[in-house]
């Protein structure tokens, strides 16, 4: 658990870690500042202070290290227990990591069937991916989406086998869960991870848009144990089965939550239409096409492509296209077969929502568009003239005209 630190040879007690303070955890007495039992050891007196007198500390940094090895990644199931596809994706990034460790992957798979349901059929494909232990959660109580339950009991088994970095993916239930489990564990946790890297040393580099998505930070966690991350479901692609890789697949059993359930009064469905997240084709749009009356031609294309049309955050906010259309750091991070983009300029938050796309094709009337520094092949030109030829050579091509 963190705790705040005062050196009281550098304190000259100004007083502003106290003024920053909004739970009475720090005082000054006499010219000198000190922490009080109220401190929940958010941070705000460290930065505050302008001598560097304040620090933060964790009881972690002194912990063998050594006792936490190999990776683990914790995939969400859907209602027939099958994994989700983003924990395919982690399982894939995971396996990489682990190769280059030299450890295990483990992949912890929460399940609401009954315990000792030997219905190992639905994960053996999480061993073709990738993983070399899978070891199932099961609960009946897990089927529904109780964030603090499924927090503590996977807190409990990461405990047990100490992996020395966790993946979850930022799905909404892992949103919750992930930060859940840090606090548990007292480590930190590093959210919407966009790449995934070791440094020589073997620390887990985590990286992530920061600053509104204006940069991007890599973080690291030396001194806690395990490293942790989410990342946002198509991000990274899903691996090539290899059938037939050998590995076991376990079920554990989940202690007795002690922290109070939830009680579902309802459910409502969610949209019925298709995911851009799930399409192999996607014709995202951005501002490039200038007004909406260039749409029904996008998607024309997208239908003669067999895709779907997206779009980027300008198109959203002028009312073209809803926000469950858009691609990005604050839209859906997408990993298309083929990604077809026009009249997209390419901010770094739309680069960090498209960085598992296959094959970007890239069409821009602006020959320095950051577009074009991802794209396989590209064209400087107007998107709306580039569509319409395109159309009409596909629909020629296929005898499929309008």
């Known amino acids: ?8 040879d550098l304190c000259i007690g100004c007083g502003l870690c106290v003024r920053v303070c909004a739970n009475d955890g720090v ?3 006499n010219r000198r500042a000190s922490i009080t039992e109220n401190c929940i050891a958010c941070g705000l007196c460290v930065d505050a202070c302008p001598k560097g007198a304040v620090c933060r500390e964790t009881s972690r940094a002194s912990a063998d290290l050594s006792a936490w090895s190999g990776m683990m990644v914790v995939a969400q199931t859907d209602k027939s227990a099958t994994p989700l596809p983003v924990a395919y994706e982690l399982v894939g ?3 990489d990591l682990a190769h280059e460790r030299g ?5 912890l798979v929460i399940s609401g069937l009954q315990p000792g349901c030997q219905c190992t059929g639905g994960y053996a494909p999480l061993i073709d991916a990738g993983a070399d232990e899978v070891l199932v959660l099961e609960d009946p109580a897990f089927a529904i989406p109780d964030g603090a339950a499924i927090g503590q009991a996977v807190a409990q088994v990461i405990q047990q086998f100490k992996p020395e970095a966790v993946l979850f ?14 606090r548990e564990l007292s480590c930190g946790l590093t959210a919407d991870c966009t790449q995934l890297a070791l440094d020589k040393e073997g620390l887990l ?7 509104g998505g204006n940069l991007l930070a890599t973080i690291a966690s030396p001194a806690a144990r395990p490293q942790m991350a989410t990342v946002r479901p198509g991000v990274f692609s899903r691996p090539e089965p290899k059938k037939g890789r050998c590995g076991t697949i376990y079920h554990l059993t989940a202690a007795p939550s002690s922290v109070p359930g939830i009680q579902v009064l309802s459910e409502e469905p969610a949209s019925s239409g298709a995911s851009i997240a799930d399409a192999e084709v996607l014709v995202v749009v951005g501002r490039g096409i200038r ?11 997208a239908a003669l492509l067999g895709g779907q049309v997206a779009c980027t955050r300008p198109v959203v906010e002028a009312g073209w296209m809803d926000h469950e259309s858009q691609v990005g750091q604050t839209g859906v991070s997408v990993a298309p077969r083929v990604l ?14 498209i960085s598992g796309a296959k094959t970007v094709i890239a069409v821009n009337e602006d020959p320095d568009a950051p577009i074009f520094s991802v794209a396989q092949a590209g064209a400087v030109a107007d998107c709306r003239q580039v569509a319409d030829e395109w159309v009409k050579y596909l629909e020629e091509a296929t005898g499929r005209s309008a």
Do not use: N
Request: aromatic share 2%; proline share 5%.
């Open 291 to 301: 007004d909406k009356k260039a749409l029904p031609t996008m998607e024309r294309l």
């Open 1 to 8: 658990m963190a705790v705040i630190r005062i050196d009281q």
């Open 103 to 107: 450890c295990s992957l483990r992949v």
């Open 93 to 95: 990034v995971a396996r």
């Open 340 to 353: 077809i983009s026009m009249g997209v300029s390419g901010a770094i938050q739309h680069l960090a929502g």
């Open 169 to 182: 993916g930022a799905t909404d239930l892992g949103r919750e869960v992930a930060p859940r489990v840090a």
């Open 27 to 29: 005082k000054v007495e």
């Open 205 to 211: 580099l985590q990286t992530r848009p920061a600053f």
